[in-house]
């Protein structure tokens, strides 16, 4: 079973920047996609970015491209979520969650495992 934990949500001001990390654990993670989603208040929870295990290859949503990257360590099976250029808008939830297989997909209902998510405010 996959357990994700995430961390490093917290408050900033606009135009600032923040590291998640999610902490991955119960699993193999060669064969794994991890992804990034967030969820805003009264709003469905979205793709913002994913990463494949084997290879790092990355695919970011349109809102957030250019502004973070998304980054794994194997050694530490951790993934990470570098946020810079932060933007009121991007005040959300952030969850780490993972799927088997090699593409990234962006909806929700691919991803079997989640983590708890952290809070990310940005402030203008």
């Known amino acids: 079973q996959v357990q994700l934990v995430e961390s490093g949500g917290g408050l900033v001001q606009a135009g600032g920047s923040l590291r998640l990390s999610c902490a991955a654990s119960g699993r193999t993670f060669g064969t794994y996609v991890m992804g990034w989603f967030r969820q805003a208040p009264g709003k469905e929870r979205e793709f913002a970015a994913g990463?494949?295990?084997?290879?790092?290859?990355?695919r970011y949503a349109t809102s957030v491209k250019g502004r973070f990257t998304i980054s794994r360590d194997g050694a530490k099976n951790t993934v990470y979520l570098q946020m810079n250029s932060l933007k009121p808008e991007d005040t959300a939830v952030y969850y780490c969650?993972?799927?088997?297989?090699?593409?990234?997909?962006?909806?929700?209902?691919?991803?079997?495992?989640w983590g708890q998510g952290t809070q990310v405010t940005v402030s203008s």
């Open positions: 969650a993972a799927r088997q297989g090699s593409i990234i997909r962006t909806p929700v209902e691919e991803y079997a495992s």
């Open positions: 990463i494949k295990w084997n290879d790092g290859t990355t």
